[in-house]
């Protein structure tokens, strides 16, 4: 049996007609550019996340770029994230022209961990005599961007604690956590909805995909909203008059109006994801694997949706990693490695100087980690398969 990591045509099959006639209705609005759609589907990812507002972009990169270019984030200036993510979070940073400062990551939950925040501001940071914080290379530190991987929340308390005593704003990567919950305070809150603003990616393989690019922004205080929307067309606020400038970054109506089709599923679909990451790991307690490989850990008890599971990345002995994704290949099953190399490692972040040995759990979560078929559609044959699969290996 052969086993996709990820096949959107089942979850197309069902919504076929209803997209269709979604689809339709904009061509016969012939209405592209930002309109009722978009509206509408601004306010409804509002309402699911919890937040005060959404803004509608046309990516998650371009969400990102937009949060950075709000807050006047530019050359001189420095944001603290995660070197275990996809590239565009400090790609982002630098094509404004910031520096991304690394903080090492939490090895068990792959997300930026508290504690190396904590040392990054208390011993590596300083302030200068005006009291302005600056990274060690000197730039001024303006944000910090932890980074929800995998469908995980980060454990943000102590983190938006430690913002809030440095006076920086928290910036969350969402991109890949819409639906994913955690306490705060007590509270249920959504990825997305704690810092200032955060952002979300609908690529098709996200957990809320589109047929196409599509992002959101969203935040607690509708008063960046204004800006946001205008930096999305150019600056513009008065048709043709531009007070700064933006980019093209808008949201397509088409891909809002697919988008206002799939999200009604989308709390169902997080709920099928996890209930495949439960099974995996009760046929791998079973199968004897738990000594040979490490399941997600799951934190943020207390709330319904703490993972999303937007990936399932197991870890293995760094030495076996490649033989094993050679072996699932062969057998036919799926799989992938989220990411071959931490951020720091990459080439064109070599200028920023990491040595190998800076983030160490980063650079082992890259050597380590290994993603399996998690899509909500995964039938209990399927994964049987892929656990059968990992014990020929280890047998
Ligand atoms: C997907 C992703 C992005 C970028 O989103 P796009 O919509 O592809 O531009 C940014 N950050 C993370 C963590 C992502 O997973």
Redesign the pocket.
């Known amino acids: 049996m052969t086993v996709p990591l990820l096949d959107l045509k089942r979850q197309y099959a069902p919504l076929r007609a209803q997209i269709q006639a979604r689809v339709q209705a904009v061509l016969d609005s012939q209405a592209f550019i930002l309109g009722p759609e978009v509206e509408a589907f601004e306010e409804e990812t509002r309402a699911f996340c919890g937040a005060g507002f959404a803004v509608g972009l046309s990516?998650?990169?371009?969400?990102?770029l937009a949060v950075l270019m709000a807050l006047g984030i530019g050359p001189g200036d420095a944001v603290i994230t995660s070197p275990y993510?996809?590239f565009?979070?400090a790609g982002c940073l630098s094509r404004v022209g910031a520096r991304p400062v690394f903080v090492d990551i939490d090895p068990a939950t792959f997300n930026l961990a508290p504690q190396a925040l904590e040392d990054c501001l208390r011993r590596l940071a300083r302030r200068d005599a005006a009291g302005v914080l600056r990274a060690p290379t000197g730039e001024r530190l303006r944000a910090i961007i932890p980074?929800h991987?995998f469908g995980q929340c980060c454990d943000m308390a102590p983190i938006l604690a430690l913002a809030a005593e440095f006076g920086l704003p928290v910036l969350e990567?969402a991109?890949?956590a819409i639906g994913a919950e955690c306490l705060l305070d007590g509270q249920t809150r959504q990825a997305g909805t704690m810092g200032a603003l955060g952002w979300f990616?609908?690529?098709p393989s996200?957990n809320l995909g589109a047929f196409g690019?599509?992002?959101m922004v969203t935040g607690a205080d509708p008063a960046h909203a204004p800006m946001l929307r205008a930096l999305r067309t150019h600056g513009m606020e008065t048709q043709y008059y531009h007070r700064f400038i933006g980019g093209n970054f808008r949201l397509d109506a088409l891909q809002a109006a697919i988008l206002r089709v799939k999200l009604p599923y989308l709390s169902a679909w997080s709920t099928a994801r996890r209930a495949n990451a439960a099974a995996y790991r009760a046929a791998f307690a079973q199968a004897g694997l738990l000594d040979r490989l490490t399941v997600p850990h799951e934190g943020h008890a207390g709330v319904g949706q703490p993972h999303i599971y937007?990936q399932y990345v197991i870890r293995v002995a760094a030495a076996e990693r490649d033989a094993l994704r050679a072996h699932l290949t062969a057998a036919g099953i799926g799989s992938a490695i989220y990411y071959p190399l931490a951020l720091h490692e990459q080439e064109c972040f070599r200028s920023l100087g990491g040595q190998p040995g800076d983030f160490p759990h980063a650079e082992a979560a890259a050597r380590e980690s290994i993603a399996l078929p998690i899509f909500p559609e995964l039938t209990p044959p399927e994964r049987d398969a892929v656990v059968d699969a990992l014990a020929r290996f280890y047998s």
Not at 59 to 64: E, K, L, M, V, Y
């Open positions: 990516s998650g990169t371009d969400a990102q993510t996809f565009a979070t980074v991987l990567d991109s890949q990616s609908f690529f996200k690019d599509a992002g937007h």
